[in-house]
């Protein structure tokens, strides 16, 4: 089986003029090239352990913005399930069934669909107010309403 191998040739950079005396003498005495490959392996370690290291303080830093984000992701999917909620007969494109009853279905299913969005808890922003002096005030509330006081 061959071995894969990447080489650059020595002679080319050795005639540049503009080469520092401890890059030369590593060229020289590398022979008529060099083989590229454990430097691209040692670079690419370096950059993946440094990625790893950048992402988990990133993920370390911003832990609570992103639960926050989570919990708000959370809250709104949802509120989806129970605002958008629609039969499988219509998603499907298909006739209602004949005994259907869009009511009771609807009880039936926001029951089932209520209990897991309450147990999500409420976690939104709180509203804000701002005086006339520009001054801003967090509500108490999650619901606190945002407009501007006298």
């Known amino acids: 089986m ?35 490959l454990p430097i691209i392996s040692r670079y690419s370690k370096s950059v993946r352990e440094f990625y790893e290291w950048f992402w988990r303080e990133v993920e370390e830093k911003m832990k609570p913005e992103r639960e926050e984000y989570d919990a708000h992701v959370a809250e709104l999917m949802a509120w989806g399930e129970e605002v958008f909620v629609a039969p499988d ?7 209602p069934p004949s005994n259907w009853n869009g009511v009771r279905w609807r009880r039936r299913t926001l029951a089932e669909i209520r209990p897991k969005r309450w147990a999500l808890g409420h976690k939104s922003f709180r509203g804000i107010t701002v005086d006339s002096q520009g001054v801003a005030e967090v509500g ?11």
Not at 5 to 27: S, T
Not at 89 to 95: D, M, N, Q, S, V
Not at 140 to 150: F, Q, S
Request: aromatic share 12%; hydrophobic share 40%.
């Open 2 to 36: 061959a071995k894969l191998q990447f080489r650059l040739d020595v002679d080319p950079l050795l005639k540049w003029e503009g080469l520092v005396p401890k890059v030369r003498k590593y060229l020289e005495a590398a022979g008529d090239s060099i083989d590229l």
């Open 89 to 95: 007969w219509i998603r499907e494109g298909r006739e």
């Open 140 to 150: 108490d509330h999650p619901w606190t309403p945002i407009y501007l006081r006298p």
